[in-house]
């Protein structure tokens, strides 16, 4: 039997996933270990391997098959759009996509102004804007601290991701608008897909099982 790979997303989703997996009964205890510097892990028992990577090179991973499963969050699916299957809501890193700026930037998104859109999802947003709302806009590209843009005066809003809605509220910002619910998926390859059915099939559907019962009580 071969080794099936798994790409987790570093920090966060990795540990929720690991938590998910351990209630199927996949463990994989050394890759708990924060202090570690190791990026792949070994289940050799199940002939499973597990690697840990940056968000958006999970797709890439999945798409090239280096990775024949991945777990990752819809945002990065949407933003990298990779030749991959989208197989399943995990239910967890629930948030969602949003337009956001001060409150006074609210008329700018229904005159179709030409105004500035800072985010770390360029292809997101230019989805939204153009071929939804069919508002032409200037996209700024940003790493991260999104929510800095308008306020320094760099765009009049951002198209960012919105949890708790925390970093909004304590910088003056609101939601304008809401481009998509967010969570996290599980993603595989299109070769392992027909390859490893069998495998993967199992996986899925003790995984569902989990999914709905966590989501029914
Ligand atoms: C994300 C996102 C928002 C924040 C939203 O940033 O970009 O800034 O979390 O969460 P909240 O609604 O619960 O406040 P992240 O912390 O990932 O860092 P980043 O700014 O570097 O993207």
Known sequence: MR?????????RLASKTLDLLEQ??????????KNSRKLIFVNEELKLKFFLAKGPDVPTYVEYG?????????DTIMEEGRKLYEVMDLGFGACRMCVC?????????????????ATK?????????????????????????IE????????????DIVETGSTLRENGL????EVCPLSARMVVNQVSMKMEDERIRKLISMLRNVVSEGTSH
Not at 3 to 11: E, M, Q
Not at 148 to 159: D, K, Q, R, T, W
């Open 3 to 11: 080794y099936l790979t798994f790409a987790l997303t570093k920090g």
């Open 24 to 33: 199927v009964g996949i463990t994989c205890e050394e890759m708990r270990d």
């Open 66 to 74: 280096a990775a024949d499963i991945g777990v990752v969050g819809k």
């Open 101 to 117: 700026g001060p409150e006074s930037a609210r008329e700018l998104l229904h005159n179709n102004q030409l105004i500035r859109v």
């Open 121 to 145: 999802y360029p292809n997101i947003a230019k989805d939204y804007f153009y071929n939804k709302k069919h508002q032409t806009v200037e996209i700024i590209k940003l790493n991260g601290s």
């Open 148 to 159: 800095l843009a308008p306020i320094v005066g760099l765009s009049e809003v951002i198209v």
């Open 174 to 177: 609101v939601v304008l608008e």
